[in-house]
T-cell receptor, first 113, second 111 residues
Framework: DAGVIQSPRHEVTEMGQEVTLRCKPISGHDYLFWYRQTMMRGLELLIYFNNNVPIDDSGMPEDRFSAKMPNASFSTLKIQPSEPRDSAVYFC???????????FGQGTRLTVV | GQQVMQIPQYQHVQEGEDFTTYCNSSTTLSNIQWYKQRPGGHPVFLIQLVKSGEVKKQKRLTFQFGEAKKNSSLHITATQTTDVGTYFCAGPGGSNYKLTFGKGTLLTVNP
């Protein structure tokens, strides 16, 4: 398996633009997590899905953020409109089971100017 | 909500010295996981501890889970330059299970 695949690896966008981050989890994994990493706040869990259903989105910072998982092999995290403070590395991770090791993707480094 | 705290935030050692990072949770954990993130990389799972007082070893790395299942430690014996990176502990908590990560300990090793 190729592991968790995220795209794009890097994204530079202007403030106010819509940004869509994509994730393909490992085949067969039933949990998918979106994390944001910054120097100040560390790794924050934004939202996670179980069998494509959002379970906890309490970490989503505000209504500008939304996440979907239309099927077991694809998820998106959308920011609209983007702001400079959204600049961070966004990681997608998946796991087989709830309290089992999570496999992280390479991350998307987002810069909003 | 659940908080997971790690100390120290940074640790710089000479190659060959030992290193320890400590993790404390505000709530009792069903298990604790440890991850390593190399500079510019992504977190990679190292190990999971489940039982109270559990100790596990991986070569030069020793992981321990406290008796009360609220704290944990990672000890590296005789560090090498390949040990450089940030070490995170993570614990599930809350009714909805949220894998909460500590802020991590950044280890740098001087050759």
């Amino acid at each position: 398996d190729a592991g968790v695949i995220q795209s794009p690896r890097h994204e530079v966008t202007e403030m106010g633009q819509e940004v869509t981050l994509r994730c393909k989890p490992i085949s067969g994994h039933d949990y998918l997590f979106w994390y944001r990493q910054t120097m100040m706040r560390g790794l924050e869990l934004l939202i996670y899905f179980n069998n494509n259903v959002p379970i906890d989105d309490s970490g989503m910072p505000e209504d500008r953020f939304s996440a979907k998982m239309p099927n077991a092999s694809f998820s998106t995290l959308k920011i609209q409109p983007s702001e400079p403070r959204d600049s961070a590395v966004y990681f997608c991770a998946s796991s087989f089971g709830r309290e089992i090791e999570a496999f992280f993707g390479q991350g998307t480094r987002l810069t909003v100017v | 909500g659940q908080q997971v705290m790690q100390i120290p935030q940074y640790q710089h050692v000479q190659e060959g010295e030992d290193f320890t990072t400590y993790c404390n949770s505000s709530t009792t954990l069903s298990n604790i996981q440890w991850y390593k993130q190399r500079p510019g990389g992504h977190p990679v799972f190292l190990i999971q501890l489940v039982k109270s007082g559990e100790v596990k070893k991986q070569k030069r790395l020793t992981f321990q889970f406290g008796e009360a299942k609220k704290n944990s430690s990672l000890h590296i014996t005789a560090t090498q330059t390949t040990d450089v990176g940030t070490y995170f502990c993570a614990g599930p908590g809350g009714s909805n299970y949220k894998l909460t990560f500590g802020k991590g300990t950044l280890l740098t090793v001087n050759p």
